[in-house]
Nanobody
């Protein structure tokens, strides 16, 4: 079992930045891939970015490429999502998730083993 706790959400104006954190605890050694997802009202949950704990390889959805950066601090068991140049369409609840497998590419939310409760990001125009 792995516990994930997100933090860092809030209300920002378009063009500004936020950094989300995901603190992981428990059997994290069984979760080689971490991901961020988001879900806006009335929409399906969508993949945002992923990272490997081991070599820190990353992958991004096209919608955030060049604006968002995922990183991890293995010593702190924490994954981050730096979000720059935010747009109103980035408004959503952002979730951290963990997978039991290595996957380079977009993650399928149905295949993730553990989820945090989410943190709300609201971008005003």
């Amino acid at each position: 079992q792995v516990q994930l706790v997100e933090s860092g959400g809030g209300l920002v104006q378009a063009g500004n930045s936020l950094r989300l954190s995901c603190a992981a605890s428990g059997r994290t050694f069984n979760r080689p891939t971490m991901g961020w997802f988001r879900q806006a009202p009335g929409k399906e949950r969508e993949f945002v970015a992923s990272i490997f704990w081991g070599n820190a390889s990353t992958y991004y959805a096209d919608s955030v490429k060049g604006r968002f950066t995922i990183s991890r601090d293995a010593a702190k068991n924490t994954v981050y999502l730096q979000m720059n140049n935010l747009k109103p369409e980035d408004s959503a609840v952002y979730y951290c998730a963990a997978a039991t497998y290595l996957n380079y590419g977009p993650l399928d939310s149905r295949a993730m083993r553990d989820w945090g409760k989410g943190t709300l990001v609201t971008v005003s125009s």
